[in-house]
């Protein structure tokens, strides 16, 4: 939702607040604003929206149906194996809006997190594998999603407390931010060259290229 709505609400929101100070049913209504227009910008921790995504990358691997907890398996083991630091890293089921999480349409992901960078944190990372017919759908988006807190700032004018494109990042976090989402693009690779080749398939043909923010090779 564009900034300008969800400032509305939540103007109107704190408005309400105001008037609630006479009127009770007024200052319920204008908490209920603040928190529509709070949950519109960020979304629900298990909603992953499309405008979040920043960078891509996927590739649909032939005959490869039913492999897809090898893929999670083994990018886990070879990213903790990488000893990337203050990394975590969890299994999560996430829906594409609010309607196809009430209704039930979820898909894995292995989730991952700068736990300890509060600069990097809302850069998270999701890799998904899922079977499409005979074929194992493999994919990974790097995603900026803010806090609540975070969000709540963001919203304010003139005000810059998290970064939204890479030149909000100072240089150090740029290195960081590049180092990790390569790191975590090397284990996909890996886990999907172990299986391919023990498929009997060849990786060496494969586009490595990410679309989008940083274009990882």
Not at 9 to 15: K, Q, S
Not at 71 to 92: H, M, N, V, Y
Request: aromatic share 10%; proline share 4%; net charge neutral.
């Amino acid at each position: 939702m564009s900034k300008p709505i969800l400032w509305l609400l939540i103007g109107l929101g704190f408005f309400l607040l105001f008037i609630g100070i006479f009127n009770k049913a007024f200052l319920i209504l204008g908490l209920l604003l603040i928190g529509l227009g709070v949950f519109l910008g960020i979304g629900p921790d298990g909603i992953l929206r499309k405008d979040q995504v920043l960078d891509t990358w996927a590739i649909l691997i032939g005959k490869a149906q039913g492999k897809s907890n090898e893929i999670f398996q083994d990018t886990e083991g070879f990213i903790r194996d990488s000893k990337a630091p203050s990394l975590q890293i969890e299994k999560k089921s996430m829906a594409a809006g609010i309607v196809g999480g009430v209704m039930g349409k979820t898909r894995d992901f292995l989730a991952i997190t700068d736990r300890d960078n509060s600069r990097l944190k809302p850069y998270q990372i999701f890799v998904n594998a899922r079977d499409y017919g005979d074929n194992l759908d493999v994919s990974w988006y790097l995603t900026f999603r803010p806090s609540l807190l975070q969000a709540l700032c963001a919203l304010l004018p003139y005000v810059n407390v998290i970064p939204k494109i890479l030149s909000d990042l100072d240089l150090f976090d740029q290195q960081d931010l590049k180092a990790y989402t390569t790191n975590i693009h090397h284990c996909l690779h890996e886990a999907v060259n172990k299986l391919m080749i023990g498929a009997n398939q060849d990786p060496s043909k494969i586009d490595w290229e990410s679309r989008g923010f940083l274009g990882i090779s």
